[in-house]
């Protein structure tokens, strides 16, 4: 078991620019959650899926921020026209329903 | 997730035993104890959780008070490799928004050679 892979595990854009993260959950793990870490914020919660489906956004910026399953095996978190308050480590985790969370590795997201 | 206390920071030698404590005084009957340890550049790594019973996995040993309002997570021949920030944390395992999770400060637990 690979655990939650992401990928890239740094990216770095320019002001402006797309950024997509990409999320592999654990096989065979219905949920899949995205959060950010930051010092200063700490631990957020952005988005939640379960099996596919979009359960709760609550956490997501309404402007500029989207997340998608396409199908069981990975989700997409996209940023358009980042900004430097964007940059944070964004951490995806995948549980069995929604018992214990067990995240990725993270990636780092740069915005200069 | 309700409110969990521990201390900011403990040093342990490489071999030795660590016990990290934790309290929760304010723990509902339906709240699990979850622990969690971070180190730099890396994500959450879950480490063991429990209810009521102590318990015990390849990574720590969860020794949980009879009245629940506090536990201690104890880590057996520490390296290096143990040194990260410790979390603990309460959740429920069914309902509301038990996926938000939040993190405190933790402990950091330095381990030396």
């Known amino acids: 078991n690979a655990g939650v892979i992401q990928t890239p595990r740094h990216k770095v854009t320019g002001k402006g620019q797309e950024a997509t993260l990409w999320c592999e959950p654990i096989s065979g793990h219905s949920a899949v959650f995205w959060y950010r870490q930051t010092i200063v914020q700490g631990l957020e919660f952005l988005t939640y899926?379960?099996?596919?489906?979009?359960?709760?956004d609550s956490g997501m910026p309404k402007e500029r921020f989207s997340a998608q399953m396409p199908n069981q095996s990975h989700s997409t978190l996209k940023i358009q026209s980042t900004q430097p308050q964007d940059s944070a480590v964004y951490l995806c985790?995948?549980?069995?329903?929604?018992?214990?969370?067990?995240f990725g590795a993270g990636t780092r997201l740069s915005v200069l | 997730d309700a409110k969990t206390t521990q201390p900011d920071s403990m040093e342990s030698t490489e071999g030795e035993t660590v016990h990290l404590p934790c309290s929760h005084a304010t723990i509902s009957g339906n709240e699990y104890i979850y622990w969690y340890r971070q180190v730099p550049l890396q994500g959450p790594e879950y480490v063991t959780h429990?209810?009521?019973q102590n318990t015990t996995n390849s990574m720590a040993f969860l020794a949980i008070a009879s009245d629940r309002k506090s536990s201690t997570l104890i880590l057996t021949h520490v390296s290096l490799r143990d040194a990260a920030v410790y979390h603990c944390?309460?959740?429920?395992?069914?309902?509301?928004?038990?996926?938000?999770?939040?993190f405190g400060k933790g402990t950091l637990l330095t381990v030396t050679p």
């Open positions: 985790a995948s549980s069995l329903e929604e018992n214990t969370l067990y």
């Open positions: 944390i309460l959740r429920t395992n069914s309902g509301g928004s038990n996926y938000k999770l939040t």
């Open positions: 899926f379960r099996n596919q489906a979009p359960i709760d």
């Open positions: 429990g209810l009521q």
